[in-house]
């Protein structure tokens, strides 16, 4: 059985081509640019030539397509896009016209064939098989699993910060273990725009899993063999955007934190996490710092630390001295690693042959 797993970051999309006849070490591993970033070199080169852009395609992370379209719009220039490409930058559409984007109908396209056509997307599996066959390997995945960081649409007035954490602490309340985080495409919340999103281009009778980045990463960690045997852990993933950290017993959160990466010094993030494990930490502060917030279940005694994610350098060198997981000696990986261990829990009917696999 084939698992196609992606792990759609800020700055990398990580990819695992999963075959459960062969160990993990052996499948098919890619660290590519992420598709925010894609977007944004196209920007910048159409902004180069002096061409208008239109945008097609689906609502995907912003990030850095956002600064490029912003400076496209600064040189006078001018971004023609549809509903669902402009919500990529902003569920707010009236705010993304006051940026001085112009709404199009997909009707309308054709009418603009003589600008930069740019279509935007999350997922590109064509492009992905295409790539993977100049190496003559077949992409036919059997299930695919996505992880995504979807802040959801907020209410009126209402910021999004604030909301992603405030339905994550819903999620939580109802289930508190990272299986919260974890989707099929028929239990995605209709405010998860990035995750319709994903649904529409998937689109087909492939089952999908999808989940938040984060919590993948989290989850992922424990298949590190020197993670695995600690039933009580801190488990940091320091993105190239978003800090996340949980403090787990077995599989329960006892409490998380998420706050923006670039905000965080050293000293700033160890004192976090102790206030994790001491409970005491002030969800306001992490809001006034530019952060989502924190949330306390009950207190974490003595957990094993235990960080991940492309900035982890940020702990290196840290007086909590933790330890630097790398699943399968692959840290990258480690979301999609997290991914299979979610296909297996929400597909049950394959989870023999995925966990037996992992244990090739």
């Known amino acids: 059985m084939q698992i196609l797993c992606l792990d ?8 695992l081509l999963f075959d459960t006849a062969q160990s993990v070490e052996n499948s098919i591993q890619l660290i590519l640019p992420s598709p925010t970033v894609l977007a944004a070199k196209r920007v910048e080169m159409a902004t180069a030539r002096g061409d208008n852009i239109v945008l097609t395609g689906d609502t995907m992370g912003g990030g850095a397509g956002t600064s490029a379209i912003r400076q496209h719009l600064e040189s006078g220039l001018k971004i023609y896009a549809t509903q669902n490409a402009a919500r990529s930058f902003s569920d707010d559409l009236e705010e993304v016209t006051s940026w001085g984007i112009q709404l199009i109908s997909t009707d309308e ?3 603009y064939r003589n600008d930069t056509i740019i279509s935007l997307t ?15 390997i077949t992409l036919r995945p059997d299930i695919v699993t996505v992880a995504v960081l979807d802040h959801g649409v907020a209410p ?11 339905y994550l602490e819903r999620l939580l309340q109802a289930n508190d273990t990272l299986e919260a985080f974890m989707f099929s495409e028929t239990e995605v919340p209709r405010h998860f725009t990035r995750m319709q999103a994903v649904i529409r281009t998937i689109k087909g009778n492939t089952p999908l899993v999808i989940m938040d980045t984060g919590a993948a990463a989290v989850l992922g960690v424990s298949f590190d063999h020197v993670v695995a045997p600690h039933n009580n852990r801190l488990v940091v993933n320091l ?17 998380f934190l998420e706050h923006h990466t670039s905000s965080l010094s050293q000293t700033r993030l160890e004192n976090l996490l102790l206030s994790i494990i001491a409970g005491d930490i002030k969800r306001q502060d992490i809001w006034e710092e530019g952060g989502h917030g924190s949330l306390i279940i009950e207190k974490g005694g003595n957990p094993f ?6 900035r982890r ?7 909590l001295k933790p330890y630097l997981a790398a699943p399968f000696g692959s840290m990258m990986l480690t979301g999609c690693f997290g991914l299979l261990k979610a296909t297996s829990i929400k597909l049950p009917q394959w ?3 995925i966990e037996k696999a992992l244990l090739r």
């Not at 759609?8 to 990819?15: A, F, L, N, R, Y």
């Not at 999350?122 to 003559?136: G, T």
């Not at 630390?305 to 492309?310: A, L, R």
């Open 313 to 319: 350098s940020l702990l290196t060198h840290s007086r």
């Open 351 to 353: 989870r023999d042959e």
């Open 109 to 111: 396209i054709t009418h």
């Open 122 to 136: 999350d997922v590109d599996l064509e492009r992905l098989e295409k790539a993977l066959s100049s190496w003559n």
């Open 8 to 15: 759609i970051g800020s700055t990398t999309q990580d990819i």
């Open 239 to 255: 993105g190239n955007s978003h800090t996340l950290a949980f403090n787990l017993s077995g599989s329960r959160v006892l409490g």
């Open 305 to 310: 630390i235990t960080v991940t994610g492309p």
């Open 156 to 166: 009126p007035g209402e910021s999004e910060r604030l909301w992603r954490f405030r």
